[in-house]
């Protein structure tokens, strides 16, 4: 693939979805090419499965049944908007991807390790980030962010111990991958982590010889 594949995770009220548009702009003014898009969505496939999702309505979901629709959106999502891109050469920004799975449903739900790889190996065809910006903010600091947000989703309003073992399944990935992640500590000015994103953005895209 030619183009470079971004993704941004972290807790939810990490302020991660504020620092990707910050980052649209500015490499939009650079004269990137630049395809936005996000999971679960992304596109109208996407959309309507996220509905879905994150709908307080569906309490009821399995665990498989949610693993399957955010790998299904992902697959849509891979199909229809980021392979063809990444392949015209375009700077790929995905709002949360394949890591999310891995911490929301394999750390939180501690849904089975080995079959949320092997389907989400399915659901990419094998495509990964190239960068993954990982938006640290602690459980109880994306808590009392939360608060002022209105009414929360299905998976926002899961306990305390749930997005604690969510917060822990990122920092295991960020293990396991640390030439892919790069930490940024969320609790600073929105200002300050902008310009730190974009450095490091313009750092990689050179390294990758991306053309603009
Ligand atoms: P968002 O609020 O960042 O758009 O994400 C929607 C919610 O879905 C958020 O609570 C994280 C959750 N999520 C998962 O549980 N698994 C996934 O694979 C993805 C992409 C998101």
Known sequence: MNGMFITVEGPDGSGKTTQLNLLVEALNSKGYEVVVTREPGGTTVGNSIREVLLSPEHHEMTPRVEMMLYAASRAQNVDQIIRPALAR?????????????????????????????????????????????????????????????????????????????????????LNKYPERMILIDADQSVECIHDEVLDATLERLKNRGVKL
């Open 89 to 173: 050469g375009a700077v790929v920004l995905c709002d949360r991807f394949v890591d999310a799975s891995i911490a929301y449903q394999g750390y939180g739900l501690q849904y089975d390790m080995d079959q949320i790889e092997s389907l989400n190996e399915w659901a990419t065809s094998g495509i990964t980030p190239d960068v993954t910006f990982l938006f640290d903010l602690t459980p109880q600091r994306a808590q009392e962010r939360m608060k002022d947000r209105g009414q929360l989703d299905r998976i926002e309003s899961r306990d305390q111990a749930f997005h604690q073992r969510v917060y822990e399944g990122f920092h295991a990935l």
